[in-house]
T-cell receptor, first 112, second 113 residues
Framework: QKEVEQNSGPLSVPEGAIASLNCTYS??????FFWYRQYSGKSPELIMF????GDKEDGRFTAQLNKASQYVSLLIRDSQPSDSATYLC????????????FGTGTRLQVTL | SAVISQKPSRDICQRGTSLTIQCQVD?????MFWYRQQPGQSLTLIAT?????????ESGFVIDKFPISRPNLTFSTLTVSNMSPEDSSIYLC??????????FGSGTRLTVV
């Protein structure tokens, strides 16, 4: 079983719609969860992080965490073509020196 | 968040040779992380570099193949030794914390021919 799982996509949404990206993790003791955006040929860029159950909003982005169900999601409202990228979910493993485990990423395509 | 300068940005190397990648951070950090991203794949942690001690390597990565230096709190190097085409990847350094998130360098795209 993979430690961090994401649907590879591509997830295609029309411009202006809400994109919903999901991630599940296997270690129930995981504490911190991160969403990164990676454009082709570029390095990952941190979008948001979340520690507590519930929602965390930042502009058009909302991260949702449900520790009981071991999933974390990222919602992108009013999706724009510039949001087209691969979104990586990363989980900080408990009891380690800040080690992150990454999912394989979901490719998002926002269509005109 | 910290700003990381990573170089070279890309290189094409002959098999059997070595390449050293450098990362310079604009602030002092305790730990620096080295990742590999193979084509079409996600990021895999190679090792964690602490200043003043040996790097800690993840399963599947060894010091002889990926020696790391950490001479001070703002700088680290990763060497990819005795390269083969299977080493063709993007190599990334990263700094940060579990509370504030992690920042990545711009990456080094390595092609081994």
């Amino acid at each position: 079983q993979k430690e961090v799982e994401q649907n590879s996509g591509p997830l295609s949404v029309p411009e202006g719609a809400i994109a919903s990206l999901n991630c599940t993790y296997s270690d129930r003791g995981s504490q911190s969860f991160f969403w990164y955006r990676q454009y082709s040929g570029k390095s990952p860029e941190l979008i948001m992080f979340i520690y507590s159950n519930g929602d965390k909003e930042d502009g058009r982005f909302t991260a949702q965490l449900n520790k009981a169900s071991q999933y974390v999601s990222l919602l992108i409202r009013d999706s724009q073509p510039s949001d087209s990228a691969t979104y990586l979910c990363a989980v900080k493993n408990p009891g380690t020196a800040s080690k992150l485990t990454f999912g394989t990423g979901t490719r998002l395509q926002v269509t005109l | 968040s910290a700003v990381i300068s990573q170089k070279p940005s890309r290189d094409i190397c002959q098999r059997g040779t070595s390449l050293t990648i450098q990362c310079q951070v604009d602030s002092q950090v305790t730990m620096m992380f080295w990742y590999r991203q193979q084509p079409g794949q996600s990021l895999t942690l190679i090792a964690t570099a602490n200043q003043g001690s040996e790097a800690t390597y993840e399963s599947g990565f060894v010091i002889d193949k990926f020696p790391i230096s950490r001479p001070n709190l703002t700088f680290s190097t990763l060497t990819v030794s005795n390269m083969s085409p299977e080493d063709s990847s993007i190599y990334l350094c990263s700094v940060g914390s579990g509370t504030l998130g992690y920042t990545f360098g711009s990456g080094t795209r390595l092609t081994v021919v």
